[in-house]
């Protein structure tokens, strides 16, 4: 069965320093990652995802993640903090099954000070 | 465009009390998505609607929850007598169904419920 472990539920930088969201997968297949952002009492968004193409993904407001098989990792990451970055993060991977219902990490709370 | 809305968007009920959530997707999407955000269990999986097709149910908790989708559009999702356990943001989100690895989901905000 898919899941996906976020090794940080807390995460804290300062404004304008690099952020890493840590993922690693588990899954019997090629898997469609994806990480979505959740800002207090806003819906979830999706900022990236993975399917098999490229391996570096690009996201919205500058961030990207890397696919890389041989960790089964697929972190997040962007150069430059910014205060509205403070959101909770979640790894996310979609179901094998005809579904694609969406199997969510346990989540990321990102801080950032200013 | 509109996103897909949920209502109501609070709702606070009594133990034993049946409560009915509501779910408006995107026009045009046919697939249809409800999962639950609760501290205890994180963001899980709960039911799945497609068309016509028979839904998949089985991320449903107990049989004292059920869901609707009436006309392939609007979805309801009804607690019956409802346990403080049920307590949490029930997220909605529906999607296109076309061919490809991944057809994206969006989400709506939530109705947060507690029980009292």
């Known amino acids: 069965a898919q899941s996906v472990t976020q090794l940080d539920s807390h995460v804290s930088v300062s404004e304008g320093t690099p952020v890493l969201l840590r993922c690693n997968y588990s899954?019997?297949?090629?898997?469609?990652l994806f990480w979505y952002v959740q800002h207090p009492n806003k819906g979830l968004q999706l900022l990236l995802k993975?399917?098999?193409?490229?391996?570096l993904v690009k996201g919205i407001n500058g961030f990207e993640a890397e696919f890389k098989k041989s960790e089964t990792s697929f972190h997040l990451t962007k150069p430059s903090a910014h205060m509205s970055d403070a959101a909770e993060y979640f790894c996310?991977?979609?179901?094998?099954?005809?579904?694609?219902?969406?199997?969510f990490g346990t989540g990321t709370l990102l801080a950032v000070q200013p | 465009g509109a996103g897909v809305s949920q209502s109501p968007s609070n709702k606070v009920t009594e133990k034993g009390k049946d409560v009915e959530l509501r779910c408006d997707p995107i026009?045009?999407?046919?697939?249809l998505y409800w999962y639950r955000q609760s501290l205890g269990q994180g963001l899980e999986f709960l039911i799945y609607?497609?068309?016509?097709?028979?839904?998949?149910k089985s991320g449903l908790p107990s049989d004292r929850f059920s869901a609707e989708r009436t006309g392939g559009s609007v979805s309801t999702l009804t607690i019956q007598r409802t346990q403080q356990e049920d307590s949490a943001v029930y997220l909605c989100?529906?999607?296109?169904?076309?061919?490809?690895?991944?057809?994206?989901?969006?989400f709506g905000p939530g109705t947060r419920l507690t029980v009292l």
């Open positions: 609607f497609q068309g016509n097709s028979a839904p998949d």
């Open positions: 899954s019997s297949y090629s898997p469609s």
């Open positions: 026009s045009g999407h046919t697939a």
């Open positions: 989100a529906s999607s296109l169904v076309i061919s490809g690895p991944y057809n994206e989901q969006f």
């Open positions: 996310v991977v979609s179901d094998e099954g005809a579904t694609n219902k969406l199997i």
């Open positions: 993975y399917t098999s193409a490229a391996t």
